[in-house]
């Protein structure tokens, strides 16, 4: 039997399958060491659909000539499935009570559904929330999956309209000592709130980069490799907001103003250079 990925020959030597299933689950991890997936397949020249795939994987191999293999990014297959999910928002809202039942638990049966939530955990658990009837409403999941959308298409334009939010915020870290001790509470869980919104969207631009192939563990922050320097970043946000909740004010205040400002502005510097060099890499 030849193999192909994408119409290209793939010299696979076959061991112990027996079924074209078999084959697809022992390629499955060699494919996402790639940062792929498989996306379509067509056996001797026949197009698999959706209808006949679970016949498909029991089919023998010992009866099949050809096999085609087709892929796709992680990246291109989670973008692709955000656009999806936009189309589901608009059906859901235009579905009637009954139907909306029944929609929302199959989608969450779908593969998009499925990559999201290995993906995008939270915003698969904001769309099972908002399809379920609970949640802050379809609008907002609608906003929310258009900013992620954004960052997929172009991470470095995303992360740069927030360059005056990340100034904004930091000065307000620096301050939040003073709000604490002054019982500016609103103020302090606004700053609070802020930030941690900020610090998520830099690591989802990380995963997007690291997504699209971009060599992330090469990226340095304070002379420091990022995957040590996010590590320790994610330690001191922890430490912070458990300290927040636990409202020792001292900690806080200690943790805001000597640790996460600095630590955000280092952080959102080498990601959004990352990202600039990047897009211009793609661009050429």
Not at 169 to 195: H, I
Request: with cysteine; net charge negative.
């Amino acid at each position: 039997m030849k193999i192909t990925i994408n119409g290209v020959y793939a010299d696979i030597q076959i061991e112990n399958e027996k079924t074209v299933g078999e084959i697809l689950a022992a390629l499955e991890t060699w494919l996402a060491d790639a940062g792929h997936r498989p996306s379509g397949l067509s056996i001797d020249g026949e197009v698999i659909n959706a209808a006949s795939i679970d016949s498909c994987f029991e089919r023998e191999i010992a009866g099949v000539e050809n096999l085609d293999i087709r892929t796709s990014s992680l990246s291109e297959l989670t973008a692709e499935s955000l656009l999806r999910l936009i189309h589901d928002i608009d059906t859901w809202e235009n579905s009637g009570f009954d139907e909306k039942k029944i929609f929302s638990e199959n989608w969450k049966e779908s593969p998009e559904a499925g990559l999201l939530a290995e993906q995008a955990p939270d915003l698969y658990d904001w769309t099972v929330k908002t399809f379920s009837g609970e949640g802050a409403g379809a609008a907002n999941l609608r906003s929310l999956s258009e900013e992620r959308i954004r960052e997929f298409k172009d991470p470095a334009d995303e992360l740069g309209k927030t360059k005056q939010a990340v100034a904004e915020v930091c000065s307000r870290l620096e301050q939040l000592p003073l709000d604490l001790q002054t019982g500016k509470d609103a103020e302090a869980a606004r700053t609070v709130s802020v930030f941690s919104g900020i610090a998520e969207k830099v690591f989802r631009i990380y995963n997007v980069l690291k997504m699209e192939g971009f060599s992330v563990e090469e990226i340095t922050v304070a002379d420091m490799p990022i995957k040590i320097y996010m590590n320790e970043f994610g330690d001191a946000l922890g430490e912070m907001l458990t300290a927040y909740k636990q409202r020792d004010t001292v900690l806080v205040g200690d943790l805001a103003e000597y640790e996460m400002a600095p630590r955000l502005r280092g952080l959102y510097a080498a990601i959004y250079n990352a990202a600039a060099i990047c897009g211009a890499a793609e661009g050429e």
